[in-house]
């Protein structure tokens, strides 16, 4: 059993920065591709960037060159620094974390979600 906690959401302003971090744990458990989604009421969850447990790294258009994915896999952790942040930033981000091991428990998984809302 894998389980997700999510941190770091908050309220801040225009142009501004905000980290999230996420952290997979549970025992004898083996993740690969991590990442972070964000979903805004009424509209469809989408993908905001993706890292794979070698460092590749894959990022919505909309905020490339702004955002940042990373992690520590001794910590089975990952992360998300938001720079420049807009308005249309605001959402609520979930972390995802694809499961390889063990078997039955084999597919993707979610965090709670964290607001964040970009706003004067």
């Known amino acids: 059993q894998v389980q997700l906690v999510e941190s770091g959401g908050g309220l801040v302003q225009p142009g501004g920065s905000l980290g999230l971090s996420c952290a997979a744990s549970?025992?004898?458990?083996?993740?690969?591709?991590m990442g972070w989604y964000r979903q805004v009421p009424g509209k469809e969850r989408e993908l905001v960037a993706t890292i794979t447990s070698g460092g590749s790294t894959n990022y919505a258009d909309s905020v490339k060159g702004r955002f940042t994915i990373s992690r520590h896999n001794a910590k089975n952790t990952v992360y998300l620094q938001m720079n420049s942040l807009k308005p249309e930033d605001t959402a609520v981000y979930y972390c995802?974390?694809?499961?390889?091991?063990?078997?039955?428990?084999?597919?993707?998984?979610w965090g709670q979600g964290t607001q964040v809302t970009v706003s004067s």
């Open positions: 549970g025992s004898n458990f083996v993740i690969n591709v």
């Open positions: 995802n974390v694809a499961v390889l091991l063990p078997i039955q428990a084999r597919g993707h998984i």
